[in-house]
């Protein structure tokens, strides 16, 4: 079966909505770059340093930047980079490059219906919202999708999971608020077998009383799914918002070192004017962005793409 990462969006609609959701960070971060690459004005020391300020500012991170810089220094001394616009697009390559570094094979996998995605993060960062999104985009390609209420913890979260439900016209298994979240993952997983749905979207809680209750309840819930499901579950996404810039990094590391997460789910680009955190992100957990979300509505997701996401930064 065709994996949901299966269908990319190339073109023209896709640019135009990354540039509209980097539009906070273009308008910063272009404009300083332009400032400094117009011109004749020759790579010397002051331009990489003020070149590394810019990248700095717009949240790529010190280990990223340093490792860019140290590559178009080493060019620079080379001679293999003459005037500034040699060094705009290398530079553009060079983010290309880490970002697709962290981008697996994507495609096809053959696995036993349903696919099964474990949505998980911390509470706020936008879990619920993405799935209604991400439900939408699989039912507008024809796939079924089946939403399992599995963060359990509070009430408010299984309705808000049951509006996008009947939103994106895609079926819901829920159970009681306090309902064992591994019973919600075993009666959706099962129900969705039985009815020969293509998808299903596990929504999870961002918090417990303690983290490594959370933690443990996740694998519990993997165990559960992998009964029903061998291999299940076969995507595992980590939603972060953009606006905790590095901050969100230190949990993000909570739920990688604990789940095995497969790719990461970057929510409100449209919030920020640091956008450069996907490159952050990306590079220092080692994962790849499967999509970013811009905005609260239900089309406000999109598959990233790294030389999309660099050229609408840039251009
Ligand atoms: N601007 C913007 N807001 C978002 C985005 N994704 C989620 N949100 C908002 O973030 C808030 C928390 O989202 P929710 O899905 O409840 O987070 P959860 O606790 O992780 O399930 C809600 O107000 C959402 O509308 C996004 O991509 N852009
Ligand atoms: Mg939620």
Known sequence: MV???GKSEKGES??????NSVARTRSEFSARLEQLLTGDRPIDPALLAQLEATLLSADIGVSTTKEVLAALRRQVT????SGSAALKEELKNQIVHI????????GTQPSPAPEVIFVVGVNGTGKTTTIGKLAHRLRSEGRSVMLCAADTFRAAAIEQLDVW???SGVEMIKQKAGADPAA?????????KAKNIDTV???TAGRLHTKSNLMAELEKMKRTA??????APHEILLVMDATTGQNGLSQAREFTGHVGVTGIVLTKLDGTAKGGIVVAISRELGLPIRFVGIGEQMDDLVPFDAQTYVNSLFD
Do not use: Q, Y
């Open 3 to 5: 994996s949901i990462f």
């Open 14 to 19: 896709l640019f135009a909505r990354f540039k």
């Open 78 to 81: 080379e001679h293999k980079l």
């Open 99 to 106: 970002l697709a570094g962290c981008t697996p094979s994507n």
């Open 165 to 167: 439900a009947k939103r």
């Open 184 to 192: 919600v993952v075993f009666d959706g997983i099962s129900n969705a």
């Open 201 to 203: 979207i596990v929504d």
């Open 226 to 231: 992998s009964k029903i499901v061998p291999g």
